[in-house]
T-cell receptor, first 115, second 114 residues
Framework: DAGVTQSPTHLIKTRGQHVTLRCSPISGHKSVSWYQQVLGQGPQFIFQYYEKEERGRGNFPDRFSARQFPNYSSELNVNALLLGDSALYLC??????????????FGPGTRLLVL | RKEVEQDPGPFNVPEGATVAFNCTYSNSASQSFFWYRQDCRKEPKLLMSVYSSGNEDGRFTAQLNRASQYISLLIRDSKLSDSATYLCVVNSPFSSGSARQLTFGSGTQLTVLP
């Protein structure tokens, strides 16, 4: 079975541009979460979506937005890119996002470099 | 103060050594706890969940102390393949609703030397 897939794997952008990252969850999983991981740090929570609804948002500016589609895939959009947005962006899928011990499975990530 | 704090590391140990990682969390509403492993330039992968009674999986033992809000991971008889970054992870509810988020520590880098 396919795991979580993300595209693209790598991306180079310049300051001020916008970017769209894509994620397809594991088949049967309805919840998608997005994380940002800068070098030397653990992943930081950005958003969680379930059934196309935003369930939670981390401490990120409004330049970051996301959505989830009827097939449960998701997009993360970042506008007006800053150098500090350079990071590994991880998508994680889980069954419904509410279970206390529910496992989140991570995709390979998209490595974004902003110049 | 960070919500999840870990030993900064790095830890460099010889093969066969026992190594322990510690982690503290600040959100008393946290209800489940995990250790994830992340290899260089790869995604995090679940190593093990952590239960109040403590749990063991082969060479790995995890402990949770809710009163002290403290989590630990012990690796016995370390192997070269254990070299990775170990992330302490706490599952906490959002401020509203039933959904939960994972909060990660900064990770502790382990290098097992031949």
């Amino acid at each position: 079975d396919a795991g979580v897939t993300q595209s693209p794997t790598h991306l180079i952008k310049t300051r001020g541009q916008h970017v769209t990252l894509r994620c397809s969850p594991i088949s049967g999983h309805k919840s998608v979460s997005w994380y940002q991981q800068v070098l030397g740090q653990g992943p930081q929570f950005i958003f969680q979506y379930y059934e196309k609804e935003e369930r939670g948002r981390g401490n990120f500016p409004d330049r970051f937005s996301a959505r989830q589609f009827p097939n449960y895939s998701s997009e993360l959009n970042v506008n007006a890119l800053l150098l500090g947005d350079s990071a590994l962006y991880l998508c994680a899928s889980s069954l419904d996002g509410t279970g206390m011990v529910e496992t989140q499975y991570f995709g390979p990530g998209t490595r974004l470099l902003v110049l | 103060r960070k919500e999840v704090e870990q030993d900064p590391g790095p830890f460099n140990v010889p093969e066969g050594a026992t190594v322990a990682f510690n982690c503290t969390y600040s959100n008393s509403a946290s209800q489940s706890f995990f250790w994830y492993r992340q290899d260089c330039r790869k995604e995090p992968k679940l190593l093990m969940s952590v239960y109040s009674s403590g749990n063991e999986d082969g060479r790995f033992t995890a402990q949770l102390n809710r009163a002290s809000q403290y989590i630990s991971l012990l690796i016995r008889d370390s192997k070269l393949s254990d070299s990775a970054t170990y992330l302490c992870v706490v599952n906490s509810p959002f401020s509203s609703g039933s959904a939960r988020q994972l909060t990660f520590g900064s990770g502790t880098q382990l290098t097992v030397l031949p």
